[in-house]
T-cell receptor, first 114, second 112 residues
């Protein structure tokens, strides 16, 4: 069966510090991968998605970036965090396009910027 | 993606069936109905999806009306761990590289 891992679960970072969140998927190959952010009391906002190694699409302009160095690894980064980057970050995977399969989410990283 | 309407909250006694309704009157022919839930401080969990036939898996059953304008998620024997916000989403394919849009959902509280 497929599993998705995200770490760390919680993170407290000062403003201006760098960020690296990692997500890995097991049990499938060539998945679509997604990074979402959920602000407190609000819905999910898609930040990035990837349909293959090195292929990243950005949905929202921001100071975050994403990379996919391996087929089942998705990384969310920032060089300098802003207060507005606080939130609940979720990684998700799905089978490739053309299938009606659902997105499956990790347990998330709760990021607090001080 | 078609708009969905869900009651904001529901209660259910432990061990009884929980029936969560969703209206999606503007659904088009190629749109699926997906259900997710989110337990506080966790990532959303996929439950079930369907196009027009009723579906059942180890977690729940999905009943879609013949005109597809509404559906009901059924948790056959609710437990305290089923307390969560349940989201009904209608879209062409959750698996395509597009955003999942979660509405406000239904807060289900399972009571002991």
């Amino acid at each position: 069966s497929q599993t998705i891992h995200q770490w760390p679960a919680t993170l407290v970072q000062p403003v201006g510090s760098p960020l690296s969140l990692e997500c890995t998927v097991e049990g499938t190959s060539n998945p679509n991968l997604y990074w979402y952010r959920q602000a407190a009391g609000r819905g999910l906002q898609l930040l990035f998605y990837s349909v293959g190694i090195g292929q990243i699409s950005s949905e929202v302009p921001q100071n975050l970036s994403a990379s996919r160095p391996q087929d089942r690894q998705f990384i969310l980064s920032s060089k300098k965090l802003l207060l507005s980057d606080s939130g609940f970050y979720l990684c998700a995977w799905s089978y490739g396009t053309g299938r009606n399969q659902p997105q499956h989410f990790g347990d998330g990283t709760r990021l607090s910027i001080l | 993606d078609a708009k969905t309407t869900q009651p904001p909250s529901m209660d259910c006694a432990e061990g009884r069936a929980a029936n969560l309704p969703c209206n999606h009157s503007t659904i088009s022919g190629n749109e699926y109905v997906y259900w997710y839930r989110q337990i506080h401080s966790q990532g959303p969990q996929y439950i079930i999806h369907g196009l027009k036939n009723n579906e059942t898996n180890e977690m729940a059953s999905l009943i879609i009306t013949e005109d597809r304008k509404s559906s009901t998620l059924i948790l056959p024997h609710a437990t305290l761990r089923d307390t969560a916000v349940y989201y009904c989403i209608v879209r062409v394919s959750s698996g395509s590289a597009r955003q999942l849009t979660f509405g406000s959902g239904t807060q289900l509280t399972v009571l002991p």
